[in-house]
């Protein structure tokens, strides 16, 4: 017997009153803007976000976004090989995605990636 899933998973968050307050498609993947209200509560992040043009850009902010708030530091690393595994894409996609945001204005390299030692790091605009 062959079986198959021709749709993927879906994963709803519901509040207290029953409302669905956020719905993951593929592993790691929000799809609520009521979700990233919570993440970026800035206007200004939030105008930034929405100028990002697919969602895998968009993801990643979310992501790197989660990043900068776990140190005390100004600055935080962005390791590709991280941030590709989380989208479920390659390291150069990954690469490419921090490099867009950079682009855009969003981050700014502080420091520079040193093979097989320290991560590059960054920090918003």
């Given at each position: ?108 390299q502080t420091a520079r990636?040193v093979p097989h030692r ?8």
């Open positions: 017997m062959h079986c198959s899933r021709s749709h993927n998973a879906v994963i709803r968050v519901y509040d207290a009153d029953g409302n669905v307050i956020e719905t993951h498609g593929a592993p790691g993947r929000v799809q609520s803007p009521e979700a990233f209200r919570r993440i970026a509560s800035a206007p200004l992040e939030r105008e930034k976000f929405y100028v990002l043009a697919n969602d895998n850009d968009r993801e990643g902010f979310r992501i790197i976004h989660n990043w900068s708030k776990v140190t005390d530091s100004r600055d935080f690393k962005i390791v590709c090989e991280s941030l590709a595994a989380r989208l479920a894409v390659t390291v150069p996609t990954a690469s490419s995605i921090r490099n867009r945001l950079c682009a855009a204005g969003i981050l700014r990636y320290l991560a590059a790091r960054y920090q918003w605009q």
